[in-house]
């Protein structure tokens, strides 16, 4: 049992959470394919400025600008610093209910990007800035996994970050695989940067050897049983801590649990070596909908339901 | 050796030009028996040292999230309330007298507050003015004849004490409303056992940290008659209130929910907290929203904070309101002046902890008196609170005292008046140097079916120079308060 404005927190911080350690990874990307050749960078800033859902195509020509403005706008919605300031005026709200340490973590990296130093720590190295938001975003996980009961509360914030895992990672597929009007993105150096941004690039070595191949990408990406930010891998822990929550409440309010179910079956038993890269869109479409239809079940049966159907008898 | 030196006397004169009392030295510049271990401490720390702790002392409010938030127009900053590293030390048999004194207080207004709520014996038998009471801002006429478990009506209550230039302690105001500082206290003893961990060690200071389950059991203690297991929440005003940080911290230390006022819904006369898996009945509330929004279909209609139809349910028995609304009235500031002739009409004892002279304005002769020595008083609003609404005739130009003169011929009723009394100085880090500065003492008051008080408290200090001023809002720190162990008490676990 704990209130439903607190579950909505813990939910939305842990969704601002994943957010923030997406973008880093998005920045970082942009920022690196700058040193290289100038047409790589702007392909790359465009195909990150379309996951964002940024259709500016001025924005693209200039990469250094757009990766700043992802990490340090704080006019930008889903910029870095907004996305770390709202998750840790969410972890605000619920003080009482997340340890120190978890606490701690999250005000640490809070107070360095949205203090006096953080554009002088930027220009000076950005990569090393980035670099060090993740590791210490990597510090709030473990922080909250070591020292939090792994109860219901926990359960919202995991929530949160699976199902905001599942929808970036879907989307920047969809960029690259998904548009029925253009031809998939399988040029080497756009493929590895993918497989930067979904920091996935050592794990799908390992697999798959140096063959860096667009089928075996979407493969990895969508339905890796084990690898921790693949579609499949998602789509099963949003099942696993909303199976969990739902516990608690009776089977008349068991909606979102069975449409997690059935994504995660989705997923889990596709036909993976007959999909085509072409046909990955329709896939995509569904898992993308599906997310948001989850997202929106959560919030009526756990936060925002009405009154009269949970009176006392 | 001392290292520390007397305060500069020149700077502010008192309405009777007394020195102010130091904590540390005697007049003879002599450091006092229970300051011997710190001084010898602060002695080997060089200054660039000292600068170095209290830099991680501030690192350590901030990371905390002890912070209260300054709004500007673009960005908000937040700041953390100044904290002087240099715990203050209390002595085992002063702390024994002040501990006696507020049980004695703070009993005796409970049992105020039961009369005034219930048959008004003290008004029948004219000991405080009847309209002195009734016409009060705080007086909650919807109160009248509720049953208030033990009557206990003010289950937290912070009171100020200050230190006289004659070294003897006296009340100069009674929170019994929603008085905050107490994670300050908390905090700055975490922070000081950090800074000093030998020297707390080796002065056997009482502990505090039972303070979060013993207002536990207290808010439990007011429900237990009619529940066996009473589910107690916190409720706040929400993140934008100033105290929010201690808010969520004594949630977290009782392991309450904390609650704001849109997570609570009032059915049949029952209040129940919006969970996951539906509503859920609530027993004890431990407000820390003020009597006038708990409730906008009884107190203020506009308020948002509260609840609509708390105070019906309050009424019919279902839920515990703690403090109990209406608890201003007994430290209205002009009751105040009638507190020592309340304690001997309840328990006819002498106050042990003495009040300020205290002058009504209300009263014709005593009004012509303040008006005559406004350059020498300290005047006060009765409905207003943290340094707001006052006047420091001393301090004050001829301009300000004039409007003041007027303002209190308009409606005299409004005002109190007290002699400017120097608060007592403590060895305060400043500038990297040690320096005095006025600080006066908060301890913290449970009452239930017992009275506790906890050996501790919040020293609040004006960083300013020469300031006398404490309060938060208007540039005052906090810092560590020691009690120590005499021969009776528990030491340090």
Request: glycine share 6%.
């Amino acid at each position: 049992m704990m209130l439903a404005r607190v579950a909505d927190s813990l939910y939305w911080m842990g969704r601002y959470v994943e957010r923030a350690e997406h973008m880093c990874r998005l920045s970082d990307v942009m920022l690196n394919a700058t040193l290289d050749r100038s047409d790589a960078a702007t392909q790359v800033a465009r195909i990150v400025l379309a996951a964002v859902g940024d259709n500016d195509p001025d924005k693209a020509k200039s990469p250094y600008d757009a990766a700043r403005s992802l990490a340090l706008d704080r006019g930008d919605g889903g910029s870095i610093t907004t996305s770390l300031s709202r998750a840790r005026e969410n972890a605000r709200q619920v003080r009482d209910q997340i340890t120190t340490e978890t606490w701690e973590r999250l005000n640490l990296i809070y107070l360095r990007v949205t203090g006096p130093g953080a554009a002088k720590a930027f220009n000076d190295g950005s990569s090393a800035f980035l670099h060090d938001i993740i590791a210490d975003l990597h510090l709030f996980r473990g922080a909250a996994d070591a020292t939090m009961s792994h109860g219901e509360g926990w359960r919202f914030l995991l929530l949160g970050m699976y199902l905001e895992r599942a929808q970036l990672n879907g989307r920047l597929l969809e960029v690259f695989f998904g548009d029925v009007r253009k031809r998939p993105i399988t040029d080497h150096f756009a493929l590895t940067s993918l497989l930067r941004m979904s920091c996935a690039l050592e794990p799908y070595l390992r697999r798959y050897t140096a063959d860096v191949r667009p089928e075996l990408i979407l493969e990895f990406l969508m339905f890796d049983e084990d690898f921790p930010r693949s579609i499949r891998f998602s789509t099963a822990r949003i099942e696993e801590h909303l199976s969990a929550a739902s516990r608690y409440v009776d089977a008349a309010h068991t909606g979102p649990e069975r449409m997690a179910g059935r994504l995660k079956a989705r997923l889990q038993y596709a036909d993976v070596e007959n999909i085509k890269l072409g046909e990955a869109g329709a896939l995509l479409t569904t898992v993308l909908d599906e997310c948001a239809a989850i997202h929106a079940a959560i919030y009526d049966t756990f936060v925002a339901y009405s009154l009269e159907m949970r009176l006392p008898a | 050796m001392a290292t520390a030196k007397r305060s500069d006397t020149s700077a502010i004169e008192a309405s009777d030009g007394a020195i102010p009392y130091d904590e540390m030295l005697t007049l003879a510049g002599e450091v006092r028996s229970h300051y011997t271990g710190l001084d010898e401490r602060i002695a080997t720390l060089a200054s660039e040292d000292m600068a170095e702790r209290q830099r991680t002392l501030e690192r350590f409010f901030l990371l905390q999230g002890i912070t209260f938030t300054v709004y500007g127009a673009e960005s908000s900053t937040e700041r953390i309330i100044p904290t002087d590293l240099l715990p203050r030390i209390i002595p085992a048999e002063e702390w024994a007298t002040i501990e006696k004194g507020l049980t004695q207080r703070l009993r005796a207004l409970n049992m105020f507050l039961a009369d005034i709520y219930g048959e008004q014996q003290i008004l029948m038998d004219g000991v405080v003015p009847r309209d002195l009471v009734l016409m009060a801002p705080s007086y909650r006429r919807e109160m009248q004849n509720l049953y208030v478990p033990h009557q206990a009506y003010a289950n937290v209550c912070g009171s100020d004490l200050i230190r006289q230039p004659n070294g003897a302690f006296a009340v100069l105001e009674d929170n019994l409303r929603v008085p905050s500082g107490v994670s300050y206290m908390l905090a700055n003893r975490e922070a000081s056992k950090r800074t000093f961990p030998g020297t707390f060690r080796a002065s056997n200071v009482r502990a505090i940290d039972r303070y979060p389950d013993l207002l536990l059991s207290t808010l439990k203690g007011m429900a237990a008659d009619w529940r066996p297991n009473p589910q107690v929440v916190v409720l706040t005003p929400g993140v934008y209130n100033s105290a929010y940080y201690e808010h969520a911290y004594l949630a977290r230390l009782m392991g309450c929910p904390l609650v704001e006022g849109r997570d609570l819904v009032v059915h049949d006369n029952m209040v129940y907290m919006r969970t996951t898996t539906g509503l859920r009945r609530i027993d004890v509330i431990y407000r820390r929203v003020d009597d006038d929004f708990i409730d906008p279909l009884t107190f203020r209609r506009d308020s948002g904070l509260g609840v609509a139809g708390l105070f019906n349910a309050y009424r019919a028995g279902n839920v515990v309101i703690c403090n109990a609304p209406g608890t201003g009235v007994a430290d209205d500031k002009a009751v105040y002046a009638y507190v020592p002739e309340i304690i001997k009409y309840y328990l006819g004892e002498d106050a042990i902890l003495p009040n300020i002279e205290t002058f009504l304005c209300r009263e014709p002769a005593q009004l012509s008196h303040v008006l005559a020595n406004l350059d020498k008083l300290v005047v006060k609003a009765v409905g207003a609170s943290g340094g707001y609404g006052m006047l420091i005739g001393p301090h004050a130009s001829a301009k300000e005292r004039s409007e003041f003169a007027d303002a209190l011929r308009a409606d005299p009723a409004n005002y109190i008046a007290q002699p400017t009394i120097q608060l007592s100085t403590a060895p305060c880090l400043i500038d990297g140097g040690i320096d005095p500065r006025h600080v006066d003492l908060r301890p913290f008051i449970l009452s239930g079916e017992k009275i506790t008080v906890t050996p501790g408290a919040l020293t609040r200090v004006a960083l300013k120079k020469g300031s006398l001023v404490v309060n938060s809002s208007q540039g005052g720190g906090s810092k560590d308060t020691w009690i120590l162990a005499g021969e009776t008490e528990e030491p340090q676990s």
